[in-house]
């Protein structure tokens, strides 16, 4: 296998057969959160993007370069990683509340819950413990968080045209995002096993 197609390995078994969010179930409090509003799932997608690809780098960097020459990847690396992602998480936080004061207030406390959202972290790990190279750790990155991002538009589309669809009370609101977040984790369970 060449190392472009086992990039490309990478990237499809990330986004879409190890979906972060409907096979991995983490990252889930912003998903379930943030997918009322389809703005919102774009803003929210778009910074995790970023955050994730950034943190995957700037983390392969100070892993491969800092701690594992000095030993001290046992004792500090989760302290590493999350200054990294809490890192980032600021400068976003920061480029959206001028950018776009609406969206910021609307993401509300899921924006600097980037910071402690398994899923970024969880993708800093994923690189480690795969001893993934620079550029495999940066399409691992993206391609986990544009999974994510799937996950967010989908759901986000769906419970938009529901909301003008007769849906039950009790069923209204986190029941149907919950119910609708099963049937798609069932059909993404249907890709498991495409690439071996």
Known sequence: MSYIENLLKIFVSSAVINNIILIQFLGLC?????TDSLPNSIGMSFAVIFVTVSSSILAWMIDNWILIPTGLQSALQITAFILVIGSFVGLVEMYIKKASPNLYKAMGIYLPLIATNCLILGVTFINSMNHYDFVESIVSGFGISFGYAI??????GIRERLRNSDVPEFF???????MIS??????FLGFSGMIK
């Open 30 to 34: 912003s998903y379930i959160g943030l």
């Open 151 to 156: 996950a967010m538009l989908l759901l986000a």
């Open 172 to 178: 209204k609101g986190k029941a149907i995002a919950f």
């Open 182 to 187: 099963g049937i798609l984790s069932l059909a």
